[in-house]
């Protein structure tokens, strides 16, 4: 799977926009870009995931640059309840049953 | 309805002794897998079962054995435990081992060894 880079924690005001960004320069044409969220004490929960176009669901927005070697996770209106370690995975298409996760981002939403 | 539920959600026992994780998914997915978190916090799979097959096993043990009954559960059998199983073992399903299909998690359970 292409490794990814996310910064170790990141800051965001309640009700602004936490933008989460991701590297992944090394993906390859089949590998899909997905995000989780942990919050502590609880298991891994899924955000979504793309190809090559943006993509929009009810918990966030995921925009991937056209090379397709970045990403960003968009939280619109940050809650305090969205304070989570933000994890962003690139799946190969060769061993795609699992999930390789790494350090994550740790995104702290402040009153 | 939880999606995916775990038993128990804490178990603490003495090393040496074996225990069992149960999963269950009411999703109606085929696939299933283990994963572990270890005390860094780093999650890494160990098992993914198929339709009740077993597709993966990422060099685990042989302590560790899964047992597929039907599709809507997996369960983990850890013998003779050691120090180094402590961890939080995660249950997760998906509709198949598609690569766009994205996996659901249970909330875990948390193994101490002492």
């Known amino acids: 799977d292409a490794k990814t880079t996310q910064p170790p924690s990141m800051d965001c005001a309640e009700g602004r926009a936490a933008n989460l960004p991701c590297n992944h320069s090394?993906?390859?044409?089949?590998?899909?870009v997905y995000w989780y969220r942990q919050i502590h004490s609880q298991g891994p929960q899924y955000i979504i995931h793309?190809?090559?176009n943006n993509e929009t669901n009810e918990m966030a927005s995921l925009i991937i640059t056209e090379d397709r070697k970045s990403s960003t996770l968009i939280l619109p209106h940050a809650t305090l309840r969205d304070t989570a370690v933000y994890y962003c995975?690139?799946?190969?298409?060769?061993?795609?049953?699992?999930?390789?996760f790494g350090k994550g981002t740790l995104l702290t939403v402040n009153p | 309805d939880t999606a995916v539920s775990q038993t128990p959600k804490y178990l603490v026992t003495q090393m040496g002794n074996d225990k069992s994780i149960k999963c269950e998914q009411n999703?109606?997915?085929?696939?299933m897998y283990w994963y572990k978190q270890d005390s860094k916090k780093f999650l890494k799979i160990m098992f993914s079962?198929?339709?009740?097959?077993?597709?993966i096993n990422e060099t685990v043990p042989n302590r560790f054995s899964p047992k597929s009954p039907d599709k809507a559960h997996l369960n983990l059998h850890i013998n003779s435990l050691e120090l180094g199983d402590s961890a939080v073992y995660f249950c997760?399903?998906?509709?198949?081992?598609?690569?766009?299909?994205?996996?659901?998690f249970g909330d875990g359970t948390r193994l101490s060894i002492l």
């Open positions: 997760a399903s998906s509709q198949d081992l598609g690569i766009s299909q994205p996996q659901h």
């Open positions: 090394t993906i390859s044409g089949n590998e899909y």
């Open positions: 793309g190809l090559k």
């Open positions: 995975i690139v799946r190969n298409g060769g061993s795609n049953y699992k999930l390789t």
């Open positions: 999703l109606g997915h085929d696939t």
């Open positions: 079962y198929n339709n009740k097959e077993l597709i």
